[in-house]
Every structure is written in structure tokens, then in C-alpha cells.
């Protein structure tokens, strides 16, 4: 809405409820002047003030549209305090438009749209029961019929029938009850379907128009001025309730955004994880395919030179040491390229890879059987790291003589828990390995932590998500 919309509606808002304190002021019908000449505006001011503010804020919405007509229908709902008779025929037959008006604004919140069928057709009944239940009695009802014997003459009056005014009256006042209870029930079973905070936005907001609703049912029925009042009251509670619901409906988009954008932190990670892996492979394979090739076919040909050389020792040995330099060489590339990514875990799953692991540990480890089936990459390649970190841990630090590895998936989760008898004191905080170890579980959602109490060995549990197979 422009600056200059928003300075006119206020113009006009401010004019209607001038105009109509002077019209209670001047009414000789109306009780309680000072109460209606001061709160019967303010309702209406209350809901345009709370309507232009909404609009400002959420201007994609319509609730702050509505908002705003549902002040000015509330002004046109006072015009029967008028002594005119034409003014007040015209507010008796148009007055109940703000109960339309009010009724769209509840069954539309938050969005101010219709979506569904269903909740059209209970808006169009809205704005065809609110101000017309009552028409049909105005044919037939005098002042006493309509409760006010002071009241200007009903232009409408064809002939003054109290039966058949009681009866139509008893009519409007039952369609005003089915749509009380059509809209209880579709407002319950909107508020079951909605998700927690969708619910706490809808608290406020249905609790008092469906008890503003019902008040003004109950009103229409004849319950008296009593009912008026409570009536009066709880809509002026409206606007804020209103308020209330789209600023808790502003929170809940900021929660949804601020969830959406977790999620893309999280799946980010996960495809970090994903790339990393991926590049380990590549190199692995490089070195496989390329270097380890090159350099075993030098071994070959230092051991033809080597044999041909016989005749000459000196040469012989150089060749010879040249020759272990170069196996030297390739036992720890392969050992590198093991590091990086081993094509056992690649080729085979996790459990060869994990029982190479073990064969290869100085300290003898008993390997509890694993899962069989093969898991997601990311899944075991965390999994084979936790286990060669945490091996390599025990057989630099926790002077121990044996350790333990269990790998189980149980109820959606890959468990990992690496024991030894050394001395303890490790320390999940520090050591750059372990910190890694971590991060890289923490980013497929998984935990890891460490129990190592001095003088009593170290137990390493880690739990990372992996959809049952």
C-alpha cells in the first residue's frame, strides 16, 4: 500500500468515527451513549489501525485488507443508532456485513486466500447469512419485535405480524447457529491438520473470533444486551488477537527459513564429504595406475641390469641397493595411496577393508563381525577412517596389547566402538586426528566421543545415520 492509500483510508476512518459520535450522541434510541460514543469507534479504529499495519508489514498477505474493511463494516454496523428511518433501515439490513467480513478474515488467516472449496463456500454463505438472516423479519416486525420501542420506523414493514416476525426471526437465528457450528468444525479440524507452530499462530486468532462468533449468534438469537455486551467486548479484542496470529506467523516463516537454511548447511557438508571422498579415490587410483606402475616396472629393470651385471660386484651392489631404495620407495607409496583411500574399501565393502586394517595393526585387534551388505560410500569411508585413526592412535600412544573393533548397523545407525587395555587419557579435544574424525561424522549428522580414563584404556564409540537397507 502507498504512503499517500494509507493517508486517505486514515482520513476516512478518522471521519466515519467522528461522524459517528456525533450520530450516538444525537440518537434517541441508543443506551449507554458515552460507552457506544467512545469504545463503537475506537472497534473500528483498532481494526484499520491493526489492518493498515499489517498491510505495511506483510503486504503479500490480504489479512491487513480485510482487516481494514472489517473496520469500516464495523463503522456501517453502528448506522442503527441513527433516528433517520432510512439510515437505520439501511444499517439494520447491511449491519451484519462486519460478521461477513469477519468471518472471511478467520477462515482465510494467515494468507488472506481461499484455497480450498470447501472454505469458499463457507465465506460466501457468510456474506449471504450475516446481513440477510434478518431481512426476511424486517417485512413483518415493528419496533417491539425488532427489542426497540424507540427505534425509528422500519421502512421494510409490509404488515406488522409478530408471529411471523418471531418465526423468521427464530429462522435467522437458526442459519446464524448452522454456520456457528459448520465453521467449529472446519476451524478443529484445521488447527488438528497444522504442524506445532502453525498452531501457535492459530491459538489466539481462533480461540476469540470463534468465541466472538458465538456471542454474536447468540445475540441475533435474542439473548439480550448481556450478550451484546460480551459480544462488544471480545471484538475488540479482535484486532490484536489478529495481530497476535501474524506476528507469531512472521516468526514461524523466519523458523521455517532458518530450518530450510540448516538443512542446506547440513546437505552442503554432506556433499563436501561426498567430493572428498570422490577425490580421495581419484588420487588413489592415479597413484595405482600411474606411479606404482612406473615404479614397478623400474624394479624390473634394475633386476634385468642387476643380472647382467654379475661379472661386475661393485656395480652388482649398487644396483642391489638401488634396487631395495626403489622397493623401499613402493611399499610406502602404496602405503600412502592406502591412506588416501583403499581400493579394498572401494572394490570389496567395508569389512575386507577393515580386516586388512587389522592384519596390519602392531597391536593384535580381534574384529567383531560386521554388517555384510555393503553401506553408502560416505557411510564407509567415515567408518574405515574412525577405525584406522583410532588404530593408529593406540599403536602410537595408548601402549596397549590388544584392541577391539565392533561394527554393527542397528536401528537406522552404524555404530563403531574401538577398545583397548592401554593407559587412557586421550583426549577427544586435542590432536588434530580425532578432531577430524569428528567433524567428518558430524557432517553426515553422526556423534563421536571418547571414554578414556587414565590407567584404564580408551573407548572410542561413534554413531553416523544410514537408512536401513
Not at 472471511?104 to 454463505?125: E, N, Q, T
Request: charged residues 20%.
Amino acid at each position: 500500500m502507498t504512503a499517500a492509500r494509507a493517508r486517505a483510508v486514515v482520513i476516512a476512518a478518522l471521519a466515519a468515527g467522528g461522524g459517528l459520535v456525533a450520530l450516538v450522541l444525537a440518537s434517541d434510541h441508543q443506551e449507554a451513549k458515552a460507552v457506544w460514543a467512545i469504545f463503537g469507534p475506537a472497534v473500528g479504529w483498532s481494526f484499520v489501525g491493526t489492518g493498515l499495519y499489517a498491510w505495511r508489514r506483510r503486504p503479500e498477505s490480504r489479512i491487513g485488507l480485510l482487516m481494514t474493511l472489517l473496520g469500516f463494516a464495523w463503522f456501517l454496523s453502528i448506522l442503527e443508532t441513527a433516528n433517520s428511518p432510512l439510515v437505520y433501515t439501511i444499517a439494520l439490513a447491511t449491519g451484519g456485513l462486519w460478521g461477513s467480513v469477519f468471518l472471511h478474515l478467520g477462515v482465510s488467516f494467515p494468507s488472506g486466500r481461499l484455497a480450498a472449496r470447501r472454505d469458499r463456500a463457507i465465506v460466501i454463505a457468510g456474506y449471504v447469512i450475516f446481513p440477510g438472516a434478518l431481512v426476511p423479519a424486517l417485512f413483518f416486525a415493528g419496533p417491539r419485535e425488532l427489542g426497540c420501542d424507540a427505534c425509528p420506523t422500519n421502512l421494510l414493514l409490509v404488515e406488522r405480524d409478530a408471529d411471523l416476525a418471531g418465526v423468521a426471526l427464530a429462522f435467522g437465528a437458526l442459519l446464524y447457529v448452522g454456520l456457528f457450528l459448520v465453521v467449529l468444525a472446519r476451524s478443529i479440524r484445521h488447527w488438528r491438520g497444522s504442524s506445532p507452530l502453525e498452531r501457535l499462530q492459530l491459538t489466539p486468532v481462533y480461540v476469540c473470533a470463534l468465541l466472538t462468533f458465538l456471542l454474536v449468534a447468540v445475540a441475533r438469537a435474542g439473548a439480550g444486551d448481556a450478550a451484546w455486551w460480551a459480544a462488544f467486548i471480545s471484538s475488540g479484542l479482535l484486532p490484536f488477537a489478529f495481530l497476535g496470529g501474524l506476528l507469531r506467523s512472521h516468526v514461524s516463516h523466519l523458523d521455517a527459513e532458518l530450518r530450510a537454511r540448516v538443512e542446506e548447511l547440513r546437505a552442503s557438508r554432506v556433499r563436501l564429504v561426498e567430493a572428498g571422498d570422490a577425490e580421495r579415490r581419484r588420487l588413489e587410483r592415479d597413484l595405482h595406475d600411474g606411479a606404482q606402475s612406473r615404479l614397478v616396472s623400474l624394479a624390473l629393470l634394475l633386476r634385468s641390469a642387476r643380472a647382467r651385471a654379475a661379472a661386475d660386484t661393485e656395480l652388482a651392489a649398487l644396483l642391489g641397493h638401488a634396487q631395495q631404495e626403489l622397493q623401499t620407495s613402493l611399499a610406502e607409496l602404496r602405503e600412502l595411496a592406502r591412506g588416501i583411500h583403499p581400493a579394498v574399501l572401494t572394490e570389496r565393502g567395508l569389512e575386507p577393508a577393515l580386516q586388512a586394517l587389522a592384519a596390519r595393526a602392531p597391536v593384535p585387534v580381534e574384529l567383531s563381525p560386521g554388517p555384510h551388505e555393503r553401506l553408502p560410500g560416505t557411510v564407509e569411508s567415515a567408518t574405515y577412517f574412525v577405525v584406522s585413526e583410532a588404530l593408529a592412535n593406540v599403536a602410537k600412544y595408548a601402549r596397549a596389547t590388544h584392541a577391539t573393533v565392533a561394527v554393527r548397523r542397528v536401528n537406522g545407525s552404524v555404530t563403531v566402538d574401538i577398545c583397548d587395555d592401554g593407559v587412557g587419557g586421550a583426549d577427544a579435544n586435542h590432536g588434530s586426528g580425532l578432531r577430524g574424525l569428528a567433524d567428518r561424522v558430524a557432517a553426515l549428522d553422526g556423534t563421536l566421543a571418547v571414554d578414556s580414563p587414565a590407567g584404564h584404556g580408551t573407548r572410542l564409540h561413534a554413531e553416523i545415520p544410514c537408512a536401513p537397507g
